[in-house]
C-alpha cells in the first residue's frame, strides 16, 4: 500500500508517517520505482503497538484543540520514551536468554 493508504488507514499525515518510518515504527518495502511499499502487516502490528494508542489520544486532543505543534512535540516525546523502553526491554529479555541459553 502506498502513505496515501497508509495515512487514510491509520488517520495519521504523511509527516507523521515519514516520522514513524524514520523512528524504525513501521518498514516499506522500496520499489524498483522509488516508492515505498507499505504491508497490512506493518500496519497491523503498528496498530497493536502502545505508540498507536497514544498517537490516537494524541490526535483526538489535536483535533479538538487545533494545537497541532503542541500534538507533534508531544508525540515525538512519547516516542522517544517508547522507543528508549521497548530498547530496554527487549535488549534486557534478550541478553536473558542468551543466559539462560548458553548455561
Known amino acids: 500500500m502506498l502513505i496515501k493508504d497508509v495515512c487514510r488507514e491509520c488517520k495519521l499525515t504523511k509527516k507523521a508517517v515519514e516520522y514513524y518510518e ?18 497490512y502487516e506493518d500496519i497491523d502490528e503498528y496498530k497493536k503497538s ?38 530496554k526491554t527487549y535488549f534486557t529479555d534478550y541478553s536473558l536468554d542468551i543466559d539462560n541459553n548458553g548455561a
Open 22 to 39: 524514520q523512528q524504525g515504527l513501521i518498514y516499506p518495502r522500496l520499489e524498483d520505482n522509488g516508492y515505498r511499499n507499505y504491508s
Open 50 to 87: 502502545p505508540d498507536w494508542k497514544i498517537q490516537q489520544l494524541l490526535l483526538k486532543f489535536q483535533q479538538e484543540s487545533g494545537y497541532y505543534d503542541i500534538f507533534i512535540e508531544n508525540l515525538k516525546i512519547l516516542s522517544d520514551s517508547y522507543r528508549e523502553y521497548f530498547e
